[in-house]
């Protein structure tokens, strides 16, 4: 639910695989969301050879430029938390940006995800 709320809040559309927010679904009954963490010293900005990761200074949050992004996916190899993809046709990285109006949250019926201040 909370893919589909973000594919559609960002994108316009119901499709999971434009989310910023991937549900791993594993053998348990557990389903384990992979999420940006807005890390202090960002790996995924750091490794960029573009500079396509950079810090939004108005709320604090690591940003990808999709028209400096050359889809090398160097980003999500430097992920410690998996939480940085590729869009369906591999041309640039998606990330949580903490959405302002925070709809995976507001949709999640377990209380999974939260809002890092």
């Not at 999971?16 to 389903?31: C, F, I, N, T, Y």
């Not at 190899?77 to 990285?93: K, L, S, V, W």
Request: aromatic share 6%.
């Amino acid at each position: 639910m909370c893919e589909l709320a973000c594919s559609l809040n960002l994108e316009k559309v119901f499709n999971p695989k434009l989310s910023r927010v991937q549900v791993e679904r594993g053998m348990s009954a557990l389903d384990l969301p992979h999420i940006c963490y807005q890390c202090e010293d960002a790996p995924c900005a750091e490794t960029c050879p573009v500079d396509a990761i950079a810090m939004d200074e108005k709320n604090g949050v690591w940003k990808v430029d999709r028209d400096t992004c050359i889809g090398c996916s160097q980003c999500l190899d430097a992920c410690p938390y998996d939480a940085i993809f590729m869009d369906p046709q591999g041309e640039y990285a998606l990330k949580c940006e903490v959405c302002e109006g925070k709809h995976c949250l507001e949709i999640c019926p377990n209380e999974a995800l939260e809002h890092q201040a």
